[in-house]
């Protein structure tokens, strides 16, 4: 199957500070991105979808301006949780889609903390 | 919205027993449903992708089916080992993913 390939796996920073994590398709073209979240104990919810050069599209109830998604390549998309707090603290987890494929492919998702 | 349903919630079996998890969804035009394994704080791995097309597919001891126009799936897996403890989640792909909450499955040795 396709790689995906998501950095960092764990950080933890401090409060009010912004957290980069990175998603890349290392062997196909990923002409869309998912981004989801999970809770302990809760299931993934899905919070943005990207296409590569447009701007994301944000499920109902996530801040657009807190989690900024960039997409402007076919194998790279970048979330940013800007001014963290304790309550974003979760499990991060991307998918990576080529345009018809009839399966998407996940990355080994990151583990935030912030305190 | 779709709406992904997974039934039971948590399941504790002595190790050889078959396990039967269930999985509803609402609306079929779906382009296929997946099976997933979650250990404790780990991400994702894929157990079987069954295309919107076919009816069940197999890899070892798990046989997963689909029947879109009753919106049910069922993961069986067979002779349950403790290495089967996880959470199995199901997920609908309808383009982007939908999850359902997932079974915890515990085998005791």
């Known amino acids: 199957g396709a790689v995906v390939s998501q950095h960092p796996s764990r950080v933890i920073c401090k409060s009010g500070t912004s957290v980069k994590i990175e998603c890349r398709s290392l062997?196909?073209?990923?002409?869309?991105m998912f981004w989801y979240r999970q809770f302990p104990k809760q299931s993934l919810m899905l919070m943005a979808t990207?296409?590569?050069?447009?701007?994301?599209?944000?499920e109902q109830g996530v801040e657009k301006d807190k989690f900024l998604i960039n997409h402007a390549s076919l194998t790279l998309s970048t979330l940013t949780v800007t001014s963290a707090h304790p309550e974003d603290s979760s499990f991060y987890i991307c998918?990576?889609?080529?345009?018809?494929?009839?399966?998407?492919?996940f990355g080994q998702g990151t583990r935030l903390t912030v305190v | 919205k779709q709406e992904v349903t997974q039934i039971p919630a948590a399941l504790s079996v002595p190790e050889g027993e078959n396990l039967v998890l269930n999985c509803s969804f609402t609306?079929?035009?779906?382009?296929?449903l997946q099976w997933f394994r979650q250990d404790p704080g780990k991400g994702l791995t894929s157990l079987l992708l069954?295309?919107?097309?076919?009816r069940e597919q197999t890899s070892g001891r798990l046989n997963a089916s689909l029947d879109k126009s009753s919106g049910r799936s069922t993961l069986y897996i067979a002779a349950s080992q403790p290495g089967d403890s996880a959470t199995y989640l199901c997920?609908?792909?309808?383009?982007?993913?939908?999850f359902g909450a997932g079974t915890t499955v515990t085998v005791r040795a």
């Open positions: 998918s990576a889609r080529q345009w018809g494929a009839t399966e998407a492919f």
């Open positions: 062997d196909f073209q990923a002409t869309t």
């Open positions: 990207s296409n590569e050069g447009s701007k994301a599209t944000y």
């Open positions: 609306d079929s035009a779906i382009y296929n």
């Open positions: 069954i295309q919107s097309s076919q």
């Open positions: 997920a609908v792909d309808d383009y982007k993913l939908s």
